[in-house]
């Protein structure tokens, strides 16, 4: 892992236990003889705090003359870099929009029509060349489904206008 | 009573009715535990009014098959696809997945299911023999004990992803952290579920760890630049563990049975907690330390032993004390209940046919699933070959229905979302999700011990470590922590003087 990383997710550790331990204050603490709901969530607060602390001022102290040497390349380099390197991401990106729109559109279409839409468009996504496999896969998952899930196990799935 | 007396108690297991809801429950146990996030909890639950049609033997011995047969379906998804079909097998995709990749799934399915049959039987036996000894052992864990239990699972656990200390710690701390969401579990009073009515149980395991596994793998080969690696065709036969990987595989299972069954006896998340114990331990004494996350045969044969010995001996104090130590056990607890049996004390008494009707359906349902297992292997191993762009799509309907079905709520989905995103984040910083997992399964175990410790004692804070059992366990834990700094200076000091 890059010094830059350690770094900010060390930091997002530090913000996440201060924020953690902040909002426990809301809870009552009581006494040793009774301890109240927030003695427990405070400690682990506290010990995540002292360690994601322990860890960033160690990458801090461990990163410095790698990081200055770095940042001498121009701008450009440094971006068109992180683009060839992350390219991959564009594509989790839409896969978590394409799942936030499955789970909000499943309460209104149901669960087996908006399943359907997704398995084409994630196969789709994880570059499939045509349309017809990805439906072929998408009708026998949504059988499959149907026949174990509902059939068999009597699981009660989201039903919306269409099925 | 007498041997005889048991044996034919023994011997109800192999009633036809029990017989064929043996094999019934073990199958569904093999498919939910193949399915990734559909645990044996859940599944045991939506069986629980069917087996009351089968009354009480023929009822508990199929969800008993279920509980025993997701250990068994479990490894599979861990091995070909990196997603753990249910807690306990989290450990088990640090090397059966990476020899899956290597193209040694089969072997890595096979040594799984020999593992999973030996330390199932031993397991069993021990449990006939010793079940009122261990019992009585188990008893003797208080609030105190179980406390400090936790502590050492904790710290012995730190070491399982091997990198970084620190960062498990820090993943054991986040999921503990998870696990305070919801109802305190002395006072009852609700947190950090910020008004959302589902959050009030708690944060649905079956939603986090859906998402940190199985999301969270969908994502990562999504990124991949590189083409997911093909495996290459092999005959059926050179699926199974040549005679290397039995020989190097034996030892473990050995180990792994003895360690799961001791502690399967314990409170908590037995199953899991032996398979990450059985995992430190052989990479501890490997003479190979290295091969640890890279495909060790050692590190599925271990573990995977070790948590289907644990869920055998997680039945004692079920069944003698009445005490549901796991998830899956306190539905089966709740399905006992259900047709009129009470377990504890009693149960051995006024329900022997039912005791060990139940016991000898294990032995029954271990070779079963033995039998099943074998054959099915190739066809396991086949899934691996599947091209992505089809397999990523059903892992996530998979996902979804076993997240939505826990709880029947679209929240629990989201938080799946959320768990995959935030996992795939995590592995790309280097960040291991099993120990966040491990401290979700240990927070509630370790929080009530710890606040009950305080409130028996009268708020005195030495309650937690004066018992002699807490100060073994203690000790343990320091030694635990210090032996790793101390060690290697001592080493150093005598090679330089040398």
Known sequence: MTPRKEISSSLVLVL???????????????????????????????VLLLLSSWQLIRAVTASKAPIHAKVKGSMMIALKTFFHDNKGEAKVLI?????????????????????????ILSSRLMETKDWLRPTALSLGVCLFCYYLFVGWIKLSLPQGIFF | ??????????????QPANFISCFIGAMIGTLIGVLPGLGPAAAMALVIPLTLKLGPTAGLIMLAGIYYGSMYGGSTTSILVN?????????????????????RAGAALAIAAIGSFIAGTVSVIALQFFAPLLARTALAFGPAE??????????????????????????????????????????????????????????SFIAITTGLFGIAEVFEVLAAREKPLEILPVKFRELYPNRKEL????????????????????????????????????????????????????GVAGPEAANNAASGGAMIPLLSLGLPFTPATAVLLGGMLLHGITPGPFLLRDRPDVFWGVI??????????????????????????????????????????????????????????????????????????????????????????????????????ESLWESPLCMVMWGIAFLAVLLPIVIPRIKAGLKRDC
């Open chain 2, 1 to 14: 009573m007498s041997e005889q007396g048991i044996l034919s108690y023994l011997l109800i297991a192999f």
């Open chain 2, 247 to 298: 020989r190097r595989s034996a030892a473990p299972i050995a180990r792994g049975s003895l360690l799961g069954f001791l502690i399967g006896l314990l409170p908590g998340p037995a199953a899991t907690m032996a398979s990450f114990a059985s995992y430190g331990m052989e990479r501890s004494i490997s003479r190979h330390p290295e091969e640890f996350g890279n495909g060790a045969i050692e």
């Open chain 2, 146 to 203: 179980y406390f400090a239990l936790t502590v050492l699972g904790i710290v012995l656990l730190s070491s399982m992803t091997g990198k970084s200390k620190a960062r498990s710690l820090i993943m054991m701390m986040t999921g503990l952290i998870l696990s305070t969401v919801g109802m305190d579990p002395i006072g009852g009073l609700e947190r950090f579920s910020f008004g959302i009515e589902t959050a009030q149980g708690g944060i």
């Open chain 2, 360 to 461: 000898g359906s294990f032995y029954l349902g271990n070779a079963m699933l033995l039998i099943l297992n074998l054959p099915l292997v190739g066809i396991f191993a086949k899934l691996v070959r599947v091209p992505s762009r089809y397999l990523m799509p059903v892992i996530l309907v998979l996902c979804t229905i076993g997240t939505y079905g826990d709880n029947s709520a679209l929240f629990d989905v989201w938080v799946m979302l959320a768990a995959g995103v935030i996992g795939y984040v995590m592995r790309k910083y280097g960040y291991q999700p099993a120990p966040l997992v491990v401290g979700l399964v240990l927070g509630p175990v370790m929080e009530r011990s710890f606040r009950q410790t305080l409130i028996i004692s009268g708020g005195r804070v």
């Open chain 1, 16 to 46: 996440f236990s201060l924020t953690f331990l902040t909002y426990t204050t809301r809870y009552p603490l009581d006494d040793w003889e009774s301890p109240g709901p927030a003695v427990f969530p405070l400690l682990l607060g506290g």
């Open chain 2, 83 to 103: 997603v753990p079909g249910e807690p306990a097998s989290v450990v088990t995709t640090l090397d059966g997945y990476k020899m899956a990749k290597k193209g």
């Open chain 1, 95 to 119: 896969l978590t929009a394409m799942l936030v729109l499955y789970i909000l559109i499943m309460q209104w279409i149901g669960f087996f029509v908006s399943t359907f839409l997704l398995v």
